[in-house]
C-alpha cells in the first residue's frame, strides 16, 4: 500500500509557517512527510531557507507523521555531526525518521571555501561517509582518514530502531549503484518510461528497500493560477545535472532562468486545477514502482492543494494510514 508525503521546501516558506503547514498537512489526511535541507534558496524570489534540523525536532514533536530530510555529508557537514544528528531524532521518535544521503550541490556546499570536487570524488566522499555513520549509529568508535577524517569518534546516544539511510538518485546509473548500500532510494519524478528505467536499476541491482518518489506539482483553484506560481517560485529549479550540481549562488540560478518559459516550467512541474488528472498522475507514479510518494506544492499558499487532497484524492487512493 502506498504512502503518501507532504513535501516542506524550507527555501520558499519561513520555518514558522512551514510548521503551521506540516500541521495541516495532518489534518488533511497525511501521515508522512519530508524536507528538503538548504543553505541557501534556489531563488532570490524563494528568500527562505531554515535549519532542516532544528525545525525537524518541532515538526516530530508537533505531528504524529514520520518525517525525512535529504542531506549532503562531507563538505558542509562532517559525517560525525550527522551521525549524532540522526541518532538523536532517532533516540527520540523511534521508527519515525529517515534520512537521504546524497553528494550535494555547490550551492550549499562552496561556504566551507573548499574545492568543489567532481561527481566521481563526491560520490567516494559519500559512500565513505555513509560507512563512517553506519559505524557511529552502531556504538562503534571510529577513526577514519580520506575524503574526510575522523579521529576516535562515538555517539554516545543511540537509537533503539536504526533510521533508514536512503540513497539520492535521479538516473539509471546512480540508483544502481545505490542498490550496493543503501536502505531505501528516493528519485524524484520524471517521464514514465525514464522512471521505470530508475526504478528499475535499483531493483535489478539488489535494492529491497522501498523507493520514494518526490513529485513537484503546483495545485490552485484555476490553471492558469497553478502555473503562474509554479513559473513564479519554481523557474529556476527546472535545469538538469550538472547545471543544478555546480552553481553557487542563488543569484546565478536566477540569472541562467532569465529565459525559461512558463512552458519550460510545466515539463518539470504537475500543473492542475482538478483532482482527476492529480490522481492520474499518482497512478502512474505507483505503476512505476514507487513506494512512497511525497507530494512538493511548489509556491507558498497550500491551503487550495490540501483541501483538494482531502476532499478529492485522498478518498480515491489506495493510502497508508499508518506513519
Known amino acids: 500500500m502506498t504512502t503518501y508525503g507532504f513535501h516542506c521546501s524550507h527555501e520558499e516558506i519561513g520555518p514558522r509557517a512551514m510548521l503551521d503547514w506540516a500541521k495541516k498537512a495532518e489534518q488533511a489526511g497525511f501521515t508522512a512527510a519530508m524536507c528538503s535541507d538548504h543553505l541557501a534558496p534556489w531563488s532570490e524570489r524563494q528568500g527562505e531557507s ?73 560520490n567516494e566522499r559519500l559512500l565513505e561517509c555513509v560507512t563512517i555513520i553506519r559505524a557511529l549509529l552502531r556504538g562503534e568508535e571510529v577513526s577514519h582518514r580520506g575524503h574526510v577524517t575522523v579521529d576516535r569518534a562515538r555517539v554516545w546516544s543511540l537509537p533503539e530502531v536504526q533510521p533508514l539511510l536512503i540513497g539520492t538518485a535521479v538516473t539509471h546509473q546512480t540508483s544502481g ?18 522512471l521505470k528505467q530508475v526504478i528499475g536499476a535499483y531493483r535489478e541491482n539488489g535494492g529491497t528497500g522501498e523507493v520514494t518518489v518526490q513529485t513537484h506539482l503546483s495545485v490552485a483553484p484555476t490553471h492558469d493560477a497553478a502555473l503562474a506560481e509554479a513559473y513564479d517560485q519554481w523557474a529556476s529549479n527546472i535545469f538538469n545535472p550538472p547545471v543544478c550540481w555546480d552553481l553557487e549562488t542563488p543569484e546565478a540560478f536566477d540569472e541562467v532562468s532569465r529565459y525559461v518559459t512558463p512552458d519550460d516550467v510545466a515539463k518539470s512541474v504537475f500543473i492542475t486545477a ?38 478529492d484524492v485522498f478518498p480515491n487512493l489506495n493510502v497508508e494510514v499508518t506513519a
Not at 525545525?55 to 558542509?76: K, Y
Not at 549503484?177 to 525514464?194: F, R, Y
Not at 511525497?294 to 509556491?299: K, W
Request: glycine share 10%; net charge negative; charged share 15%.
Open 50 to 122: 531554515g535549519f532542516a534540523w532544528s525545525w525537524l525536532g518541532a515538526a516530530l514533536e508537533s505531528t504524529d507523521m514520520s518525517f525525512g530530510v535529504v542531506n549532503a555529508p562531507g563538505q558542509r557537514y562532517h559525517p560525525v555531526i550527522i551521525a549524532q544528528a540522526i541518532a538523536t531524532l532517532g533516540q527520540m521518535y523511534p521508527g519515525r525518521f529517515w534520512t537521504a544521503l546524497g553528494s550535494g550541490e555547490a550551492m550549499n556546499e562552496h561556504v566551507t571555501g573548499d574545492r568543489w570536487p567532481s561527481k566521481p570524488e563526491r
Open 177 to 194: 549503484w545505490v542498490a550496493s548500500w543503501a536502505d531505501g532510494m528516493a528519485t524524484i519524478a520524471q517521464p514514465e518510461e525514464k
Open 274 to 311: 482538478e483532482p482527476g488528472p492529480l490522481l492520474e498522475h499518482l497512478a502512474m507514479l505507483e505503476s512505476c514502482g514507487a513506494d512512497r510518494i511525497y507530494l512538493h506544492n511548489v509556491g507558498t499558499e497550500h491551503a487550495h492543494f490540501l483541501e483538494m487532497m482531502s476532499n
